[in-house]
């Protein structure tokens, strides 16, 4: 079954179609990768799916749900989380306070029981950090709990991003080029990372250039080129696709 399917998606920026008529299944529990050229409209499908633009045309549904226009926290709360080709992080906060943040949703207590420090709150407030810590633990950031990330190498900054998505305790996570800029190292976390999401079940759409990346994590491939699908199918069947090699290397 899929989780997430659009039809005839279609978005325009002015005289720019960077989503062309994209009907697009994202399978349950399964690991799809969107590959495609520089702006060739992968970032957008995530930005529309998620409530970031307006769709043009078409729609989007999750688990037969039309979330077409839905707003952006509405569409968060029903189970899709999603990480951004540029980090973003409080630099003021620890790290553990960064995972803390994006749970913000879970608390149930009011202001003034916060303000109190009402042992209810305390005890939302005990299990909520052993929440963030086990996402820590998850990210291979347990020993950088309490440090700042302002200091953080790429890769580990990286994972943080992903331990605030799944802090939404998402059905689907969207993750925008969580191996762009890693080590050789860095890397290999990152490809466990995405087997222990889908053990767990969390069914992963990943944008990603890193073709080595791909081919080892990824169930199913869709590539676009130009705001159009070009081929889907398993890595090893897209990548000997005509038109996928010339979309990649040009006419030559
Ligand atoms: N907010 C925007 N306003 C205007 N045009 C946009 C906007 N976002 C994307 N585009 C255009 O839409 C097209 C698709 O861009 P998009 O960023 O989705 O591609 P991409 O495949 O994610 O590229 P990359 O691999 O370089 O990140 C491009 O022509 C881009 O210039």
Redesign the pocket.
Same mark, same amino acid.
């Given at each position: 079954m899929d989780i997430l399917r659009t039809e005839n998606m279609t978005k325009r920026? !002015?005289g720019?179609v960077?989503?062309n008529d994209l009907s697009i299944g994202i399978p349950e529990g399964e690991i799809t990768a969107l590959i !495609?050229?520089?702006?060739?409209?992968?970032?957008?499908?995530i930005?529309v799916v998620t409530g970031v633009?307006p769709i043009t045309s078409g729609k989007v549904y999750f688990k037969d749900q039309d979330i077409t226009g839905m707003e952006i926290n509405r569409i968060s709360r029903l189970g899709i989380a999603r990480t951004f080709?540029k980090i973003r992080l409080f630099e003021n906060l620890s790290v553990i306070e960064n995972v803390l943040v994006a749970r913000k949703s879970f608390y149930k207590s009011g202001p003034l029981s916060v303000v109190l420090g009402t042992p209810s709150f305390r005890k939302e407030e005990k299990e909520n950090r052993e929440k963030a810590m086990e996402l820590l633990e998850l990210v291979g950031l347990e020993d950088n709990a309490y440090d700042s990330p302002k200091g953080m190498a790429y890769g580990l900054r990286r994972c943080l991003e992903i331990a605030r998505a799944l802090a939404l305790e998402p059905q689907l996570i969207f993750l925008d080029?969580p191996a762009a800029g890693m080590t050789r190292d860095e890397f290999k976390v990152i490809m466990n990372l995405m087997m222990i999401l889908k053990e767990k079940g969390i069914t992963i759409l990943l944008?990603e250039?890193t073709m080595d990346f791909i081919k080892a994590v990824a169930d199913w491939v869709y590539v676009?080129n130009f705001?159009q699908i070009i081929a889907k199918g398993t890595f090893d069947v897209i990548e000997k696709d005509p038109l996928v090699l010339k979309a990649y290397l040009g006419e030559d």
């Open positions: 920026f !002015g720019v960077a989503n !495609g050229p520089n702006g060739s409209g992968k970032t957008t499908f930005n633009h080709q080029e944008v250039h676009l705001g």
